[in-house]
């Protein structure tokens, strides 16, 4: 193990797939020659060339639709959108395209498509730009969805959603791209599967089920509420679709008390989800009613402490922690 | 349909079966359609035979087709059995789409016919994509990528010209001017004086050729698809055709008057191919109508079958979402009794 950035984690990620296999091609925005918005592919270019690391012009919903069409008839494309917040020009494709053709061919064609690139709110980048788009994708039948929080959880999901003969959209989260975090050596394959939750850290009083920004925000706050007595344990989701309900039920059959702290909207987000099937499996465990904490209901301003107060923070999570702990 | 070689060139008298097959399918799609054996929309091409059976007359059979949703003559004329598009449209299991797709998504792996697609233009972008990858591997086919006059204003049309004009991709944007999109007709949806000129912009050669004229379509695609082998890059054909009937079974046509409706008939094309082949000795018309009556009971023979074919299970619903099953979303329909519900535990069992 070697200690390495999400951003590294994900560029090891992309080359070993370029290496191991000639069908997988990456292709976005500023992916070649600029070496990537984020960085993510950096010296992908020099490594595998033009045929192989494609740039695009501002055009998602025709660079989309290529994706999905290259996998009809076999490729494999990895396809970065700048950010999430932009695939929704091309929201058509991945929602239309991508994930119906196996069932409207009635099997025939399966279409192995890779959507990545960084989702959620970053800093100051006001309402267009912040958007959490994962309740939207897990709602549609035929796409999978992750969303991983940590460099290790960054490199084998990705490796696992491009060998994946489905639609994968792996979520990146973009305030995480230069944290750091310990990771197999390259020499070791690293694939994590898709819908496999981790515990992230062990507790016994309540569960923090959280995924990607929302996950170093529960750890941190789990380490606070060590000092008042409350022993968290949290449950990095990973996946959104498909979701490890198992994981979630042997939590909270632990704990007994649940809080989601989720990046997206409060209306029918992925924490609405969770919830539910909660309550529905494993209502006789609960000691307290579940609380979410979210985004506010509202699109993201631009001012600082506003947007704080939009975001699901420390203050709330705590507070959340406390109420169902009756603490 | 047999493999054709380079510079041949298909029997003309088996084109002109091939497009007395649709025109008879179509008809007898309509009536199933009335007596209520067909849901959903149902696109008929009649009128617009000519197009299609002169792009697959000029192309070869492993060249990718791509369309919109007025696609039951194109996998017709890729070799789909009118027994296996009939029992789509009818919803059956032995359907070219198992009945999960229905009239606007006809889909054939093997004939390389990509679909049948119902959102006017997205389709576009795939056909990009699928001469990509042509491209990709250093293949020498071709993408056919067929669309009507309505798709040209969509934002997904636009992008996919400029990519593939960018990337010089080996593919044929063909655009069904039927002039009308739904019952606008294109003097009323586009700015342009004529369709073709939409390719200058992305510095795509263009041209247009007579629709209703087989002749016309398949030695113009021919020439143009010979190019593209030589040396790849995109082309944009303008087929100037008419559909007879209105956009859907639903449509009157009433924005349209009975004098051009006339005029096209009396250019009919399969009239048209049959009367240059009398004319040069190669068709009687007793030839004629033992194609016809052929053509008739094979679509007649089609709905006996579609009839009698069975439907999917419902059983079989959650297997065609994900490659890896039912279990992907851990769906478990049995256990939950949910639309869309499940467990990841369960996904596990049943890998």
């Not at chain 1, 999400?6 to 992309?14: F, I, V």
């Not at chain 2, 009945?99 to 049948?116: A, E, I, K, Q, V």
């Amino acid at each position: 193990m070697r200690e390495i950035t999400y951003r590294q984690a994900l560029n090891e990620a992309l080359a070993e797939e370029l290496e191991r296999d000639p069908d997988v091609f990456l292709m976005g925005e500023e992916v070649a020659e600029y070496q990537g918005a984020y960085k993510v592919s950096h010296g992908l270019l020099q490594r595998f060339g033009p045929t192989r690391v494609i740039d695009t012009p501002i055009s998602e919903n025709g660079f989309a639709g290529l994706g999905v069409g290259a996998a009809m008839v076999g490729l494999r494309p990895i396809i970065e959108f700048m950010t999430f917040s932009f695939s929704l020009v091309a929201f058509d494709q991945v929602v239309n395209n991508a994930p119906n053709m196996f069932t409207m061919s009635g099997g025939q064609f399966n279409i192995a498509v890779t959507f990545r690139g960084p989702n959620g709110p970053a800093h100051q980048l006001g309402a267009t730009h912040s958007h959490a788009t994962e309740n939207f994708y897990a709602s549609v039948p035929g796409l999978k969805v992750c969303t991983p929080a940590t460099p290790r959880d960054a490199k084998g999901l990705l490796k696992t959603a491009v060998r994946d003969d489905n639609p994968v959209l792996v979520l990146e989260a973009e305030l995480l791209y230069s944290s750091k975090g310990m990771v197999e050596p390259p020499d070791e394959e690293l694939l994590i599967p898709l819908g496999k939750a981790d515990v992230k850290r062990e507790g016994s009083d309540v569960s923090v089920i959280c995924y990607a920004q929302t996950v170093p925000l529960a750890l941190k706050v789990a380490s606070q509420l060590e000092e008042e007595d409350i022993s968290a344990e949290i449950v990095d989701l990973r996946s959104i679709k498909p979701l490890d309900e198992k994981a979630i039920f042997d939590s909270v059959a632990k704990t007994h008390r649940v809080v989601i702290v989720e990046q997206d909207h409060p209306f029918c987000g992925v924490g609405a989800e969770v919830c539910y099937r909660i309550q529905k499996n494993i209502f006789d465990a609960l000691d307290a009613p579940i609380i979410r904490v979210s985004q506010e209901d509202v699109p993201m301003p631009y001012n600082e402490r506003l947007e704080h107060a939009v975001l699901p923070n420390a203050e709330k999570l705590i507070a959340a922690v406390k109420q169902v702990c009756y603490a | 349909m047999t493999a054709m070689q380079p510079g041949e060139q298909r029997d003309e008298v088996e084109m002109l079966s091939l497009m007395l097959l649709i025109r008879r399918f179509e008809e007898r799609a309509s009536q199933q359609y009335q007596a209520q054996k067909i849901g959903g929309f149902c696109h008929l091409y009649i009128g617009q035979e000519a197009v299609v059976t002169g792009a697959v007359a000029a192309v070869r059979d492993d060249d990718y087709i791509i369309t919109a949703y007025r696609d039951h003559a194109h996998a017709l004329a890729r070799g789909t059995s009118a027994n296996a598009c009939m029992a789509e449209l009818f919803g059956k299991a032995t359907g070219c789409s198992r009945g999960l797709g229905g009239s606007m998504h006809f889909f054939d792996r093997n004939n390389h016919m990509y679909g049948g697609h119902a959102i006017v233009a997205a389709h576009v972008p795939l056909a990009v994509g699928m001469a990509f990858a042509i491209k990709y591997r250093g293949e020498d086919r071709v993408t056919l990528c067929f669309f009507g006059d309505g798709a040209i204003n969509q934002g997904a049309f636009h992008e996919a010209l400029n990519l593939a004009a960018l990337y010089k991709l080996p593919i044929v944007f063909i655009c069904e001017n039927n002039l009308f999109a739904m019952g606008t007709s294109v003097k009323r949806s586009t700015s342009l004086k004529q369709i073709v000129d939409r390719a200058e912009g992305y510095d795509i050669p263009g041209e247009i050729v007579d629709g209703m004229n087989f002749r016309e379509v398949r030695d113009k695609i021919a020439e143009i698809v010979d190019s593209i082998r030589k040396e790849s890059h995109p082309a944009f054909l303008e087929v100037r055709t008419y559909r007879y009937r209105g956009h859907s079974m639903s449509d009157p046509a009433s924005y349209r008057t009975k004098e051009e409706l006339e005029k096209y008939r009396l250019d009919d094309p399969i009239t048209r191919l049959r009367a240059q082949l009398t004319r040069e000795g190669k068709l009687t018309n007793e030839q004629f109508d033992l194609l016809d009556k052929r053509a008739k009971e094979t679509v007649l023979a089609a709905v006996k079958f579609a009839e009698k074919s069975p439907q999917l299970p419902i059983e079989k619903l959650f297997d065609y979402t994900y490659v890896d099953g039912a279990v992907a979303a851990g769906v478990s329909p049995a256990k939950s009794g949910e639309s869309a519900a499940g467990t990841a535990a369960i996904s596990e069992e049943r890998r």
